[in-house]
């Protein structure tokens, strides 16, 4: 079974600064998920990538294979960026997807 | 909307009811996907169809837990004989054959309030 683990768990900034989350997962993956969820409940597929590098406006998601770690990056983070932030993981003996825990993010003006 | 869509958005029920919850995948999508997140934490896997055939259903919480996508399209997931334990948010997702089903869509969730 895929183990994923993210950090932090709860991250407070200030707005404009560069944001980091990490994530990493314990066995080989097909493909690897960011994912943005409000509260309520609904979750909006970010990123979803297999190597190298992904970026959409002020996002920016990498993964390295062979250390099994993402970083997901937000530049000019902005109070509307406030939002649980999941990683998951598809492949790795798993039909559905492998979820981390998520990272809190609070951007305050 | 051609999104995935949960009814209802929220149910609330005493301790020892059936509820049922359903859900509409997006009309291309033969993968149908259900996940149950509770309060702090990520979402976990519970079951799957392809068309209508359930190809996992072993990470269902318990034998009170079962789902049916019946035509291959909408699908039902149902508790019964709820316990409090069971209050949750209930997610649906869908995926079709591209990007190897890797790429899911999520619907609006379904949250339980079991008394």
């Known amino acids: 079974k895929n183990e994923v683990e993210q950090s932090p768990q709860n991250l407070t900034a200030q707005e404009g600064e560069f944001i980091t989350i990490n994530c990493s997962y314990s066995v080989g993956i097909s493909a690897l998920h960011w994912l943005q969820q409000h509260p309520g409940g609904g979750i909006v597929s970010l990123f979803m990538?297999?190597?190298g590098k992904k970026k959409h406006g002020r996002l920016i998601a990498t993964i390295n294979i062979q250390e099994k770690h993402s970083s997901l990056h937000i530049t000019a983070s902005h109070p509307r960026d406030s939002a649980v932030y999941i990683c998951?993981?598809?492949?790795?003996?798993?039909?559905?997807?492998?979820f981390g825990k998520g990272t809190h993010l609070i951007i305050q003006p | 909307d051609t999104g995935v869509s949960q009814n209802p958005r929220h149910k609330i029920t005493k301790r020892g009811q059936n509820v049922t919850f359903r859900c509409d995948p997006i009309s291309e999508h033969n993968r149908l996907y259900w996940y149950r997140q509770t309060l702090g934490q990520g979402p976990e896997f519970l079951t799957y169809f392809q068309n209508e055939a359930q190809l996992e259903k072993s990470r269902l919480l318990s034998d009170r837990f079962s789902a049916e996508r019946p035509k291959g399209s909408f699908s039902t997931l149902e508790i019964q004989r709820t316990e409090q334990g069971d209050s949750a948010m209930y997610l649906c997702?869908?995926?079709?054959?591209?990007?190897?089903?890797?790429?899911?869509?999520f619907g609006p969730g379904t949250r339980l309030t079991v008394l």
């Open positions: 998951a993981v598809t492949g790795g003996g798993a039909d559905g997807l492998t």
């Open positions: 997702a869908s995926s079709s054959r591209g990007n190897s089903y890797n790429e899911q869509f």
């Open positions: 990538l297999s190597s």
